[in-house]
């Protein structure tokens, strides 16, 4: 079993500044299937990133992904006010088994 | 446009069976490109996958979990259903059902919350 250990646990950051979030893997990780998550209290998760590095439809490009074998990176460039939520980065592998990082809390400092 | 929904019971007595479908309308379940899966969340904790299933009726599930955790397809009905069993208070969470994609999980279900108490 694959576990993803997600750094830090909370950032705090003001709108505009760079959000740098971390994921790393127990063991590598295809980059084709690491996939990340926003989170908005109330709501379901939204993809913003697949295969580590792809935006997912609608997706503003201030969201990149980054990263190969156990060590994935999701950054925003410019932070929005809407952009502070919890972040999960999810390892699906080459079969339907999968995986969540414990999340990271992106807040308004 | 894809929509999926859960629906079943709020409320489940401790040691009972949590029972819940998930409806998919916009879409076929019987589609070769995806698996449909459950999803939970306990209340102020991260995301927990429970497990998946083709629709050919192949399932994945998490080894936490397999032992008490049965998914099952309808492709007449184009549902999917989960039943989680002798469930405690630890089972209390939003449960998600989804769509997962080659491109990750794409489509989400609102989510609803099952509580475990007498």
């Known amino acids: 079993e694959i576990v993803l250990t997600q750094s830090p646990g909370t950032l705090s950051l003001s709108p505009g500044e760079r959000a740098t979030l971390s994921c790393r893997a127990s063991q590598s990780v295809s980059s084709s299937y690491l996939a990340w998550y926003q989170q908005k209290p109330g709501q379901a998760p939204r993809l913003l990133v697949y295969?580590?590095?792809s935006r997912a439809t609608d997706i503003p490009d201030r969201f990149s992904g980054s990263g190969s074998g156990t060590d994935f990176t999701l950054t925003i460039s410019r932070l929005e006010p809407e952009d502070f939520a919890v972040y999960y980065c999810?390892?699906?592998?080459?079969?339907?088994?999968?995986?969540f990082g414990q999340g990271t809390k992106l807040e308004i400092k | 446009q894809v929509q999926l929904q859960e629906s079943g019971p709020g409320l489940v007595k401790p040691s009972e069976t949590l029972s819940l479908t998930c409806s998919v309308s916009?879409?076929?379940?019987?589609?070769?490109?995806?698996?449909w899966g459950w999803i939970r969340q306990p209340p102020g904790k991260g995301l927990e996958w429970i497990g998946n299933i083709y629709y050919r009726g192949s399932t994945y599930y998490n080894p936490s979990l397999k032992s008490r955790v049965t998914i099952s397809v309808d492709t007449s009905k184009n549902q999917f259903s989960l039943k989680l069993s002798s469930v405690t208070a630890a089972d209390t969470a939003v449960y998600y059902c989804a769509r997962l994609a080659a491109a990750g999980i794409d489509y989400w279900g609102q989510g609803t919350l099952v509580t475990v108490s007498s």
């Open positions: 999810q390892q699906y592998g080459n079969s339907p088994a999968f995986s």
């Open positions: 916009g879409g076929s379940i019987s589609s070769s490109s995806y698996y």
């Open positions: 295969g580590a590095s």
